[in-house]
């Protein structure tokens, strides 16, 4: 027997609960993990309140977490009892002691990243892997716009696009949300709880607007993110914390400048072990460099998952929260 959060209906965080529960034998392609540490994302929230659903209730929750291989599959050859590993694309059920998933989602974890650092970055960190290095595809030089620069995925795109000499402008919700942001590398910061996003955007660039604007707020920030992109550029549009964006009239990327939109999915990069584990590469290259460091600024007991869930829907957190079993 094992511990494990589960939802057996949506709502708020008082539908998370706190039960036994005994997890099935790997399959064939499968592995058993005991999980070290999982990390919290707002993508939890969504599967909890109803915008996104479990494929079945009761359902596990939770897509990310690193910890000791317990059990393989008989086909498994990449993996052995006693790897340490991480994953980042689910299925649903790392909010547990122990997680049972495809091989294909796991990564072998380098030495030098422990368990509580893959477990806040492995999910974050691969986004803006993709996000900055697949999506934008940067030379340098380029000055983007970023939402939430503070939060889980932010704090590491801050500190990516310094890396890449991109001088990303930063939106958050306070004036210590902002000094966090520059500390960790936005070259400006843009308080959207006061101040006007699309005017400042404008003086910031000398009136060009950016060639991709990173927009993970979504229905508050939809119309903002669109005047700030410069003509034929991009929106990238890859989540919902204010809520989802809907009824898009494409109409408007014509008259706002033949922009071009996007609505990506970290699943729809990472969606082949080969890629997974370039992706990881790339990201633990990051890490081992010292140009990208995991600001695990929140932990909580497994057991009190809803607590960080209010915490987070909140936006009472800065940088990555995890949680121990
Ligand atoms: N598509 C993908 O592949 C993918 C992968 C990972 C994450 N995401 C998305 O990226 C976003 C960030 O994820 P995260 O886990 O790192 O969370 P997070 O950024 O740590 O938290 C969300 C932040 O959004 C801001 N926010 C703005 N309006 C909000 C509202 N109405 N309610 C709550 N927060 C609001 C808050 O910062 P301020 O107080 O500064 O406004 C808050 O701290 C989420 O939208 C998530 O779904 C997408």
Known sequence: MAKRIQISRHGGPEVLEWVDYRPSEPGPREVRVRNRAIGLNFIDTYFRSGLYAPAQMPS????????????????VSRFRVGDRVAYAT???????????????????????????????????????QYLLSQIGRFGGGETILFHAAAGGVGSIACQWAKAIGVRLIGTVGSPAKAERAKALGAWETIDYSREN???????????????????????????????????????????????????????????????????????GYADAPERLQAMADELFGMLESGKVKVEIDQKFPLAEAA?????????????????LP
């Open 197 to 267: 996003v699309v005017q400042r955007v404008l003086e910031l660039t000398d009136g060009k607007k950016c060639p991709v604007v990173y927009d993970s707020v979504g229905k508050d920030t939809w119309d903002i993110s669109l005047d700030c992109v410069a003509p034929r550029g991009l929106l990238v549009s890859f989540g919902n914390a204010s809520g989802p964006v809907t009824g898009v009239n494409l109409a408007v990327l014509a008259q706002k400048g033949s922009l071009f939109v996007t609505r990506p999915v970290l699943a």
């Open 307 to 323: 607590k960080a869930q209010e915490a987070l829907t909140g936006r009472k957190t800065t940088g990555s929260t995890i949680l």
């Open 90 to 128: 689910g299925p649903l059920g790392a909010y547990g002691e122990l997680h049972v998933l495809p091989a294909d989602h796991l990564v072998k974890l380098p030495e030098s990243i422990g368990f509580e650092e893959a477990a806040a970055v492995m999910l974050k960190g691969l986004t803006v």
């Open 60 to 75: 596990g929750l939770g897509c990310e977490g690193a910890g000791v291989v317990e059990a393989v599959g008989s086909e």
